[in-house]
C-alpha cells in the first residue's frame, strides 16, 4: 500500500494529466511527445557519438530537425490507432495479433520511409535522394524493427487504453529513436 502522500500525489497528478488526454489536447499530447522524445533519442546516441570521440560537436540541428520529424508521427499514429481500431475492434488475442500484423506490414514500412524522406527533406536532399536512401537502409531498419515493435505493439492493443497508445510507443521510441539516429547518420 502507498503512504497517504503517494496516494494524494497521484490523485493531484491524475488531476493535471487527464486534460491532456482529451479531445483537442489528445491530438497535441501525441504530437509534442514525438517531438521531444524523437529529439531525445537523438541526443543519447549523438552522447554516445561524443563519449567515442571527444571532440566531435554536437549538432543541435539534427536534433531539431529529429524533433520536427517526430511531431509529423503524433498525428500520423493518432489516426492510425482510430483506424486501426475501428477496423479491429476488441481485445482478444487474436484481434491484436491482426493489429500486431498489419500494423508490422503496413504502418512500420511507411513510418520508416517518412521518417527518412522526412530527414532528408529537412536536411535539404531531394524525394529522390530519401527515397534512395530509405531503400537502401530498409532491410537492416526492417530486421530491427521487426524485434522491437511486434512486442511492443501486442502491449499496446492488449493492454492500454487508446488515448494511452501514441505516448506509449513515444516512450518506446526513445530507444527506437536512437537506434534510428544512429541509422540515418551512420557512415557508410
Sequence with gaps: ML?????????????????????????LTNTLSGGILMGLGDILQQSWKNFQNPDRVRDWRMTGRMFTVGCSFGPL???WYIWLDGVFVGKALKTVGKKV?????????????????GMGLLEGH??????????????????????????????????????????????ITVGWDTY?????HRDG
Aim: net charge positive; charged share 15%; with cysteine.
Design 3 to 27: 503512504p497517504r502522500v503517494g496516494k494524494r500525489f497521484l490523485v493531484q497528478m491524475q488531476h493535471i494529466l487527464k486534460p491532456l488526454f482529451q479531445g483537442r489536447n489528445q491530438l
Design 77 to 79: 499514429l493518432t489516426y
Design 101 to 117: 500484423l498489419v500494423d508490422q506490414v503496413v504502418a512500420s514500412p511507411f513510418m520508416g520511409l517518412w521518417y527518412f524522406v
Design 126 to 171: 531531394t524525394l529522390s535522394e530519401g527515397w534512395k536512401e530509405f531503400t537502401n537502409k530498409f532491410w537492416d531498419l526492417y530486421k530491427a524493427d521487426c524485434c522491437v515493435w511486434p512486442p511492443a505493439q501486442m502491449i499496446n492493443f492488449y493492454f492500454l487504453p487508446p488515448k494511452f497508445r501514441v505516448v506509449y510507443i513515444n516512450v
Design 180 to 184: 534510428l539516429s544512429f541509422l540515418k
